[in-house]
């Protein structure tokens, strides 16, 4: 498991205003610390959706070629193509 950080962050003026109003008794969170894990968590999910809608975009885009423009490899081919050139 990897190690827990510590993160010193300093927020003044109107985004201050904006985390206090979402922790405590008026906020959807308890406090700063549950607040700033939950944006984490969501721009992890925004991050890995991205990175999804991607590879389904690259994979639809290989599936609609026509059948013609396949061209067989065999195990040997991909290994080959994939080694690192001197």
Same mark, same amino acid.
């Given at each position: 498991?990897?190690?827990?950080?510590?993160?010193?962050?300093?927020?003044?003026?109107?985004?201050?205003?904006?985390?206090?109003?979402?922790?405590?008794?008026?906020?959807?969170? $308890?406090?700063? =610390?549950?607040?700033?894990?939950?944006?984490?968590?969501? $721009?992890?999910? &925004?991050? $890995?959706?991205?990175?999804?809608?991607?590879?389904?975009?690259?994979?639809?885009?290989?599936?609609?070629?026509?059948?013609?423009?396949?061209?067989?490899? =065999?195990?040997? $081919?991909?290994? =080959?193509?994939? &080694?690192?050139?001197?």
């Amino acid at each position: 498991m990897n190690k827990p950080i510590n993160l010193n962050v300093r927020v003044s003026g109107t985004l201050g205003e904006f985390v206090s109003s979402n922790i405590g008794e008026t906020g959807e969170y $308890d406090n700063a =610390s549950e607040y700033i894990r939950d944006l984490i968590r969501k $721009d992890k999910a &925004q991050t $890995d959706q991205k990175a999804f809608d991607t590879l389904q975009a690259e994979l639809q885009h290989a599936f609609s070629a026509p059948e013609s423009s396949y061209i067989a490899l =065999s195990a040997d $081919d991909i290994i =080959s193509r994939n &080694q690192p050139q001197s």
